[in-house]
């Protein structure tokens, strides 16, 4: 049985603040609605798009946080980061992003949201990239999205390097993994 208008909204809100980074068709579909009826919807309750959602969250938490590399220059958009343990970021392929004879991602944009959110995550002004062993997993297509989770596995202080793995998926199917080293510096 559909909701009324009223409880669909009210539902929606909390459906959002729980999850910020949920699109307008997982929520059509979740409601049973149209796209239209959650837009209009989001419009009446005064709650952003998804694209905007996202931004304000990565600008309010990260902005401060990220040491090595300016917001700007990552590769997709951080969602989550706590330095030196874990980050996540999101990353929408576009038509920018794909080969135009058959809309599959170029592979490139893929490594370099993982390898960029490996820079992100290291709590040090300088992170370089010394080796990365990755590994691709499956076609990443045009309109996919793919959330990237780094997770720092080892930090040696001595000899100024850290570990990073990378996993990256699209709708929970893994599609990228990478194991990168980071040059950092030897404070630590």
């Known amino acids: 049985m559909r909701k009324s208008k009223k409880e669909r909204q009210q539902l929606l809100t909390t459906t959002i603040n729980e999850n910020p ?16 009826t959650i837009r209009l919807d989001r419009l009446e309750l005064s709650i952003p798009e998804l ?6 969250v990565a600008e309010k938490r990260f902005e401060d946080e990220v040491r090595s590399l300016p917001l700007e220059e990552v590769i997709g958009e951080i969602i989550h980061i706590e330095l030196d ?10 038509k920018e992003h794909v080969f135009k004879r058959n809309n599959i991602a170029r592979g490139h944009h893929v490594f370099a949201q993982a390898n960029s959110l490996a820079v992100a995550v290291i709590n ?28 720092v596995m080892k930090i040696d202080g001595n000899l100024g390097r850290t570990s990073v793995e990378v996993t990256s998926f699209v709708n929970n199917e893994l599609v990228f ?6 040059y950092r510096s030897k404070n630590r």
Do not use: P
């Not at 343990?85 to 576009?94: E, L, M, P, T």
């Not at 499956?138 to 793919?146: A, D, F, Q, S, T």
């Open 124 to 151: 040090d002004e300088l992170a370089l990239t010394a080796k990365a062993n990755i590994q691709f997993n499956r076609l990443v297509k045009l309109n996919e999205r793919v959330i990237a989770k780094a997770k």
């Open 21 to 36: 980074f949920i699109t307008d068709e997982d929520l059509a579909e979740k409601f049973e609605v149209s796209v239209q």
């Open 177 to 182: 993994t990478g194991e990168f080293e980071m």
């Open 85 to 94: 343990q874990n980050a996540i970021s999101i990353f929408d392929v576009k």
């Open 51 to 56: 694209r905007e959602r996202i931004k304000t």
